[in-house]
């Protein structure tokens, strides 16, 4: 197995909606605000080349969207998907596999393109199937008012249409979920483990893996960035934040216990960091580059 980040593109949100009830003052420490109080965010993804198949752990926001609808998100850098997987070798139509950890725009907006005639939609990666989780897809596809506006139908519908989606069975209380805020899985077909959270959006997806004597988590949108790991640190996009917060505790004593590896989708600026336990709780020990450990 040999394991990828991959650079999606870079935007930029409002610094309070991701930090939630966090004064500024303290939150601009790590993650520093423009005059618009937007930070820089990340959309990175992990590529998995694992014997004949090659996964994709989420798909970045994609480039269908109007220019007015970008234009909220301030894209900055010059990352591309196409871009990045031609760097490493790779062309979209080599993946076999897209893993999204939850399906708002951000993270699954890459999977679904125009069509030659731009008019309609089509699979991005024509030879990959889609993995989400029956919940999940059904809490996307039935959204609530308040998260809405981050499924977008156009990024859902056309991979139930193209026959390419999958559902991944979230465990059960009996069958070895260890508490009911934070449950685990090794039995996925795609080879790794997964931590399922609901405390953001229902049923989101964290892969954990196994690699060169390691343990890796990419933990999506449970620690969006280092700037996250503090426990009353939790997006104002979170739709449970006291649920949230219970994930998070369990979350980070398990990845000091276990020294995992946690793996950024959205800090533009740290990829990998490490933990360790102080008198006031769990905090950042050490910051990498993927390279820096793996290379």
């Known amino acids: 197995m040999t394991l990828y980040p991959v650079e999606t593109g870079n935007f930029k949100l409002d610094g309070g909606a991701m930090f939630g009830v966090v004064p500024k003052t303290i939150w601009s420490r790590t993650n520093p605000a423009d005059s618009n109080n937007l930070i820089d965010i990340a959309a990175r993804s992990l590529l998995i080349e694992d014997g004949d198949r090659l996964i994709l752990i989420d798909a970045g926001l994609g480039n269908k ?26 062309h979209r139509n080599d993946i076999t596999d897209v893993f999204m950890t939850h399906l708002h725009f951000d993270h699954c907006g890459g999977c679904i393109q125009w069509n030659k005639d731009r008019t309609g939609y ?23 008012d ?53 405390g953001h959006t229902d049923k989101q997806m964290l892969p954990q893996l196994k690699y060169k004597g390691k343990t890796i988590v990419f933990v999506a949108d449970l620690i969006p960035t280092v700037g996250h790991i503090p426990l009353p640190y939790i997006m104002g996009y979170d739709t449970r934040p006291l649920l949230t917060l219970e994930e998070k505790e369990r979350f980070l004593d398990r990845a000091v216990q276990e020294n995992y590896y946690l793996l950024f989708e959205h800090d533009a600026h740290n990829e990998l960091c490490t933990l360790k336990q102080t008198e006031r709780g769990v905090r950042l020990d050490e910051t990498f580059s993927f390279d820096e450990i793996f290379n």
């Open 65 to 90: 969207q109007s220019d007015k609808f970008f234009g909220y998100y301030n894209l900055w850098g010059d990352f591309s998907l196409d871009g990045s997987l031609e760097r490493l070798g790779f």
């Open 122 to 144: 089509q699979p991005a990666f024509k030879n990959a199937k889609f993995w989400t989780n029956e919940d999940h897809w059904k809490w996307a596809t039935e959204p609530n």
């Open 146 to 198: 308040r998260e809405k506006a981050s499924f977008l139908k156009e990024n859902l519908f056309p991979m139930e249409e193209s026959g390419q989606l999958r559902f991944i069975s979230p465990p059960t209380l009996k069958g070895g979920t260890e508490d009911i805020s934070i449950s685990y899985t090794e039995d996925s077909d795609l080879g790794f483990g997964i931590h399922f959270v609901d």
